[in-house]
């Protein structure tokens, strides 16, 4: 499990002063909480000196959103938010829930997907991470959300035609066979969460992150001025409206080699 997996790093760690961690497992079925609870028993009650795992019930897409401290008696910190949140499939199920469009939401946005992530904003400290486990290479939900000021993909494993794998976080479970992806987000704490679809992505409409002229590419340096300069984005011209810029901007901070 990622817990014990955690507690090995841990040890293997030099460091004198090693840092506690505490990790809450959630999901929305009780069911599913009870047969994990009663598994990991016997992890639970030894000591861990000073780690710990808990389980919860828990609705991600509550409205208004839930917090962890709402739902855990136990909770370590007063505020219930959290420096690191990690998803293994419950992005992917609402993806796949609203795949499919409607008259009256002909969006390319999912209010479905919208919830989900102004729960994870709620829940995450200032500067949090939010990393999402998935087959999936683009997702332009978590590209473009107005509550997250950074955004990358790293591929972290492929499975040749010779079928050799390599699995050491459990990704491939279930016979699954391909690339796997981390999606990693960085909460922006000044963003106000909203359930306005047009006004909580860059591309629905005016972004609630407006993109500094003097923000630089961690990779090539390059500003956000200079880099509109460079495409002929640049203030005063009428190619491309100013969300259409924000995305490219966006999508260069993601793809830039350096």
């Given at each position: 499990s990622l817990?014990l997996?955690?507690?090995?790093l ?22 599913c ?10 992890i ?10 808990t389980?919860?019930?828990?609705d ?12 855990d ?20 199920t609402f993806?796949?829930r609203?795949?499919?469009?409607t ?8 209010p479905l ?10 829940n ?10 998935t087959?999936r ?13 950074k ?11 010779d ?18 992806y981390?999606?990693r987000?960085t909460?922006?704490?000044?963003y ?5 679809i047009?006004?909580?992505?860059t ?9 500094g002229?003097?923000?630089a ?12 300069k ?6 005063g011209q009428?190619?491309g409206?100013d ?6 901007w ?8 350096g």
């Amino acid at each position: 499990s990622l817990f014990l997996h955690l507690l090995e790093l841990q040890q293997r760690s030099n460091s004198d002063d090693r840092q506690r961690f505490h990790v809450l497992a959630t999901d929305v079925s009780g069911i599913c909480i009870e047969s994990n609870t009663l598994r990991d028993a016997g992890i639970r009650m030894d000591n861990h000196e000073g780690n710990s795992l808990t389980y919860r019930v828990f609705d991600a897409l509550s409205d208004p959103p839930l917090t962890f401290a709402s739902c855990d008696d136990n909770t370590h910190q007063s505020s219930g938010h959290v420096a690191l949140m990690l998803d293994k499939g419950c992005l992917d199920t609402f993806l796949h829930r609203s795949s499919t469009r409607t008259k009256s939401n002909p969006s390319v946005y999912s209010p479905l997907l919208l919830q989900l992530l102004n729960t994870v904003h709620a829940n995450l400290d200032d500067n949090g991470t939010y990393v999402v486990l998935t087959p999936r290479k683009r997702i332009r939900e978590l590209r473009d959300y107005g509550g997250f000021r950074k955004y990358s993909v790293t591929r972290l494993l492929s499975v040749g035609s010779d079928g050799e794998k390599s699995d050491e976080l459990g990704l491939l479970e279930g016979g699954r066979t391909g690339d796997v992806y981390l999606h990693r987000c960085t909460k922006d704490g000044s963003y106000a969460a909203t359930d306005n679809i047009q006004n909580s992505f860059t591309t629905a409409g005016e972004s609630n992150t407006a993109a500094g002229d003097l923000q630089a590419c961690d990779k090539c340096r390059t500003t956000f001025e200079e880099y509109m300069k460079v495409t002929g984005g640049g203030k005063g011209q009428s190619s491309g409206t100013d969300s259409y810029w924000k995305r490219r901007w966006k999508g260069h901070l993601v793809h830039c080699k350096g």
